[in-house]
C-alpha cells in the first residue's frame, strides 16, 4: 500500500510535470500523452531517477557555493512513516556577500545514534562531499537525553581531530526545555496537555475511529450548511 508521504510526492511531481510542460513548449511535446510510445516519465522507477537527479544537483550547487568557506555541521534526529532511526544532516556557513546560509543537505538511515554509528556516519558523508574537518568550525546538536549520549562523544572525537569545532546546543531545543520546565509547574497546563496527548492518541491509534471522527466533523459541517 502507498504511504500518504509517497502519495504527496506522487501528485506534486505530476502537477510539477504538467505545469513545466504548459510553460515549455519543447517539452510538452516529448511528455505524457504526446510521448512517444509508453514513455511518459510517469513510471514509478523514473520518477525516483528524476527526483535523486534534482536531488544530486541541488547538492552541486551548495557544494559550489560553500567552496573552502569554514562551515558548521547541525544534526538532529528524524523519524518518518516507516518507524526507522535517521539524521537530518545540515551546514551552515557564511557565504561571499556576508550572508550566513543554512542549507539542508541530506537525511541518512542510521541503525543507532551510538557515538561509533554516527561517526561513521559523518565520515562517510565528509568523503562524499569532499569535505574537510578541518575547514569545520562549529556543531550543533539538541542534547535531548536520548541523543545526548552519542552526540557527547560525537562532539568529542571531532574536536580531538580539530580543536576549533565548538559545541552550540540547539537554540531551539533549549526554548523547548524552557517552555516544558515552566508548563509543567502549571498543574492546569500539565492537564490540558494530558488530555489532549489522551484525545490524540485515542484518535490516531485507530482507523476505525479516525475514519468516524472524520465522519462526524463531515456531518457537523453538512448540518450547519443546510441551516
Known sequence: MMSLQHYLIEVIFLELLEWY????????????????GNNQMIAPKIKKQLVNACAVETTN???ADLGDRWFTLLLDEAHYCLVKE??????????????????FMVVVHVATTTF????????????????????????????????SGGFNVLKSL??????????VHCFAHQLQLVVVAVAQENQYVCDFMWIVGSIVNTSASSCKRADKLRQLKHDRKIELLER
Open 86 to 103: 535517521q539524521i537530518a544532516v545540515v551546514i551552515r556557513y557564511v557565504n561571499k556577500r556576508g550572508e550566513v546560509i543554512e542549507r
Open 158 to 167: 571531532i574536536m580531538k581531530e580539530n580543536s576549533y569545532t565548538r559545541y
Open 116 to 147: 561509533a554509528c554516527l561517526k561513521e556516519t559523518i565520515d562517510s558523508l565528509f568523503a562524499k562531499y569532499d569535505l574537510l574537518v578541518a575547514r569545520l568550525r562549529g556543531q550543533g546538536y539538541d542534547g535531548a537525553s536520548n541523543m
Open 61 to 63: 550547487a551548495i557544494l
Open 21 to 36: 510542460s504548459s510553460k515549455c513548449p519543447e517539452v510538452v511535446t516529448v511528455v505524457g500523452i504526446n510521448a512517444l
